[in-house]
């Protein structure tokens, strides 16, 4: 990743995001800074603990803003290419515990998209969990995951999320579990797509990049997470699929940036 490219990306959402970052820099209550901004909505930023953050965890929060932006710029361009709106996520980022739709979430569970208010939600600790779980920094590892959690966030706006779980819904738990698989394959997919036009756009990754991110993000994507995860729309126990799978259906969206290729619904099961 060469420095600060990831920086390029939507002013409108960005801009507003900045107001957050800097008054959790100032020690300020964002959520009080941006009420006084003005019925602008897009991000929170929660500290029900009311723990003061760390400046790593301030640094995540700095960096899950350039990627959301980022995405939203991407996802804008895709959606219109289909002629459809892009509707951005609200993010919504915590330390320690936070409230959502379906309940109270704690850091443990990682970063995760609950369509039942469409918000991301990440932990602001994950930054450091992440660190000592790969024992490296991972520009792009982080940002596979961000565009992950918006990967679902694409598929509620398709509905191809709400159509997996009713269906989910009706099935025994392997058929779920197999069904899960293909909806998290797919949100890989989608943030291989996010990446190859965030490079086309920003020519923002160096040789090695992606390769580099695969590696981090087979080791530190939702396998690792989901093991402590419950915070998913869909309470069942995940599937995410091998590392290898996982890298598959990521890399096919970076080299192709064709969502028409994304469809892990009709593969095969076997040869996802
Ligand atoms: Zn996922």
Redesign the pocket.
Known sequence: MSGGAMAAGGIGLGGLLIIGVISLLMGRNPVEVLQQVGGMSGTEIVSQSGRTPTAEEQELAEFTLQILASTEDVWTKVFKQYGREYVAPQLVLYNDYVQTASGTASAQMGP??NSADQKVYIDLSFFSTMKQEIGADGDFAYAYVIA??I??HVQYLLGILQQAHQQMARMSQTDSNHMSVR??LQ?DFLAGVWAHYENKMFSSLEDGDLEEGITLAAKIG?DYLQKKARG?ATPDT?N?GTSQQRERWLLKGFRSGDINQGDTFSVNYNQL
Do not use: K
């Open positions: 995760f998209y992950h959690e990967g679902h909806i998290e949100a939702d998913y995940f995410h």
